[in-house]
């Protein structure tokens, strides 16, 4: 083989040849076969050494290398290329080589050298294509990570990978460098690192995980005292190190944002809550009710707050406490359902019902924490120290309902952990608005009451009015026929007696006699009314008068099968009255009783002392059996000419009223559908009037 055709087959082999090995080996044995040689060896450093063949004893071929005298040896260097260690070809002679030969030699070792970088570069390429893809990797699933310390775990895992440092450790700064937070370790066996590594025997590595917008961390190499990284290795470690501080800093806006964004919902949810309850409260005017949307909204899980406990209390002003209204309290389901705002009777039946409602009505809180609700200040309550409600392991928070400057109720609510700084101004605006709700319901509640107030007043005026200018007409008119009346009867009378027993007229003049008798008592009631009268007081005694008037009553009793029931108190003193006035008021009260009475029955009639305000009463009371008073009829049966017989004036009761009113005493009447009715009379002891005779 010519020289020629021996370069070019060397080159041949280089270019197609990629392991190292192979290569030089091929190399060799053409050089081996064309220039006859013993052998060939090639040394690279770091004790590496190719041979051809393989049974050559190649010590011999590195003494000759090391200078040592061996028969037929040639060493050739190869030319020193950038970034390359030395090398040597060695070549055992059978014969004497020629200038020629010798000259080729030294072409292949400059082609040798050449192949020897050709394939590290090559290796490097492939080192750094795969090296790429791990990274590329590593920041795939590094970027994929949204929470801090799940990124500083499988950062120094990566870190550690790439390193190949025995221990990494990784500090996060927080926020804005308020707060350094995570030390993460991670050695070769885990466990082992805390007992064995110590600092001091170790070098440690510093690289910040820094951006342009600021210090996110610190990622940390520990290695032993006299070890360091390649090159290569501290190009990954910084690739890997900017990239975590992106995906820090990354991950910071994305907490800050969803913080925001939280927050933004929360603030919107609180003012949804409060515009919809205000809404409601518009609804109705009742305080019941209101009570039940301001807790619907703050106990809620979906439409409210979900607070899990709240109750309400409310001041009563007369006593000038604080009193439980009613409250919920809630674990697993909560009793509102999905019904809209409004409230209905059967919806409240429907959460009274439920587990979850508390009557607060017998509660009563006091102690120095509530009395702090006066100054409208927000109260904080341990468990136990108060209600017997409470539950363990629940924070408390009492927020007043002020309306100016008074407490008008207050506002417990309980939840596990507490309340946030959002939730407290959104439970304190809450109970704004709830203070102005009771508030204007009370009022409307008051101005409802005093309108109807006034309106009956206005009624009774007008109604009085009206019955002052009656009574006045009904007198005028009874007088102008008092006289007729009387020469009527008078006539009658003579013209009646004068008549024979058979007379079958008799019976008309009769028949006069008894109309003109009937038509003289309504005269004489409607005169009666329509005159003041006078009293001609004395002291009497009450039971006689009465006993009088019953007998009077006897027969009719007697005849319509009506009991009579007497219980009066023998031992009463007698009482300053004008008898034959209270006389009236007797006979009116029980003439009604008997008219009351259809079929049969009883009538009763009892006397007693009694004593109040420090005073001393006679009591007595005119019961019947005759149904009671229809409830439309009751408020009216005072009033003069108000009458639900055919035949009635209506004037019976209101004379009553007048005359007991007049000595100083009362009236009242029990009714008692549908057995009957009681009316009962109080006349005070121990006055004398004027003009009275002591007599009993
Ligand atoms: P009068 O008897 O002429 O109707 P009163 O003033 O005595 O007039 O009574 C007014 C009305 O009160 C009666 O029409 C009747 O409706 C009712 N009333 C009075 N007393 C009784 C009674 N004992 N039981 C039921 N209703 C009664």
């Not at 910071?252 to 944002?257: N, S």
């Not at 409240?348 to 102690?367: N, Y």
């Not at 209101?654 to 005493?665: D, F, Q, Y």
Request: aromatic share 8%; with cysteine.
């Amino acid at each position: 083989m010519d020289f020629l055709t021996l370069v070019s087959d060397v080159c041949g082999i280089i270019c197609a040849y990629t392991s190292l090995k192979r290569g030089i080996r091929a190399v060799l044995s053409l050089l081996v076969d064309n220039l006859s040689l013993e052998g060939a060896c090639l040394f690279l450093t770091r004790g590496r050494v190719y041979v051809w063949p393989d049974d050559v004893e190649f010590h011999e071929y590195r003494m000759a290398l090391e200078g040592g005298a061996v028969e037929g040896m040639e060493v050739v260097p190869l030319p020193k290329m950038r970034g390359e260690g030395r090398g040597y070809l060695v070549v055992r002679r059978k014969r004497v080589l020629s200038s020629e030969e010798k000259r080729l030699l030294e072409v292949v070792a400059r082609q040798l050298a050449q192949f020897l970088r050709h394939v590290r570069i090559q290796k490097e390429l492939k080192a750094g294509a795969r090296l790429l893809l791990d990274l590329y990797s590593a920041g795939r699933e590094l970027g994929s990570v949204l929470d801090r310390k799940e990124l500083a775990q499988k950062l120094a895992e990566y870190a550690r990978e790439f390193s190949g440092a025995d221990l990494v450790n990784i500090t996060l700064f927080e926020g804005e460098g308020k707060h350094s937070s995570l030390a993460l370790f991670v050695g070769k066996e885990d466990g082992d690192i805390i007992k064995f590594y110590n600092e001091g025997l170790y070098r440690r590595v510093v690289v910040p995980l820094a951006t342009t917008k600021g210090n996110w961390g610190v990622l940390e190499f520990y290695l032993p005292r006299e070890a360091t990284f390649s090159r290569h290795q501290k190009r990954v470690i910084h690739i890997l190190a900017e990239l975590a501080g992106t995906f820090l800093e990354n991950i910071t806006l994305y907490d800050r944002l969803k913080f925001l964004l939280e927050e933004r919902e929360k603030r919107i949810r609180f003012l949804s809550i409060l515009y919809q309850v205000g809404n409601a409260y518009r609804w109705t005017s009742e305080l019941r009710k209101r009570f039940f949307l301001a807790l619907r909204a703050l106990t809620d899980p979906q439409k409210g707050l979900g607070l899990p406990e709240a109750y309400f209390f409310i001041r009563d002003e007369a006593k000038g406490v604080l009193k439980g209204v009613m409250g919920i309290s809630w674990s697993e389901v909560s009793p509102w359902g999905d019904q809209d705002w409004t409230v209905d009777e059967e919806y409240i039946g429907r959460i009274e019902g439920s587990p979850a409602f508390r009557d607060l009505k017998d509660v009563v809180p006091s102690g120095p924490p509530w009395n702090k609700l006066e100054r409208g200040e927000v109260v904080y309550l341990c468990h136990g120290s108060t209600l017997p409600f409470m539950n363990e392991g629940m924070v408390y928070v009492v927020f007043p309902l002020m309306a100016g400057d008074n407490l008008v109720g207050a506002i417990l609510v309980g939840k596990e952990g507490g309340f946030d700084s959002e939730e407290v101004h959104f439970l304190t605006m809450f109970s704004h608005q709830l203070a102005l709700a009771v508030e204007s319901a009370r009022l409307q509640e008051v101005l409802k009451v005093t309108g109807r107030e006034l309106k009956e007043a206005q009624e009774r005026f007008l109604h009085s009015e009206k019955l002052a200018a009656l009574g006045e007409l009904a007198a005028r008119v009874a007088h102008d026929l008092k006289n007729p009346l009387v020469a009527i009867g008078g006539f009658a009378r003579r013209l009646h007696e004068k008549m024979a027993e058979d007379c079958p007229d008799k019976v008309y003049t009769g028949t006069i006699l008894k109309e003109v008798e009937e038509a003289e008592k309504i005269l004489s009631n409607v005169l009666g009314y329509a005159r003041v009268p006078s009293l001609r007081k004395r002291f009497a005694d009450i039971n006689s008068l009465l006993d009088d008037v019953l007998f009077l009553h006897a027969e009719e009793m007697r005849d319509r099968n009506i009991a009579l029931v007497k219980k009066l108190d023998r031992s009463l003193p007698p009482v300053s009255i004008d008898p034959a006035q209270m006389r009236q008021v007797f006979m009116n009260l029980v003439s009604n009783a008997l008219q009351a009475i259809r079929k049969k029955g009883s009538i009763a009639v009892s006397t007693s002392k009694e004593e109040s305000n420090g005073r001393e009463y006679v009591k007595v009371e005119i019961s019947d059996t005759g149904g009671g008073i229809p409830e439309d009829v009751l408020p009216n049966i005072f009033n003069p000419f108000f009458t639900t017989k055919s035949t009635g004036t209506g004037l019976g009761l209101s004379i009553v009223k007048r005359i007991v009113e007049l000595h100083g005493g009362e009236i009242r009447v029990v009714n008692n559908p549908p057995i009957g009715a009681t009316f009962v009379i109080y006349l005070p002891l121990g006055e004398e009037g004027e003009g009275s005779d002591r007599s009993s």
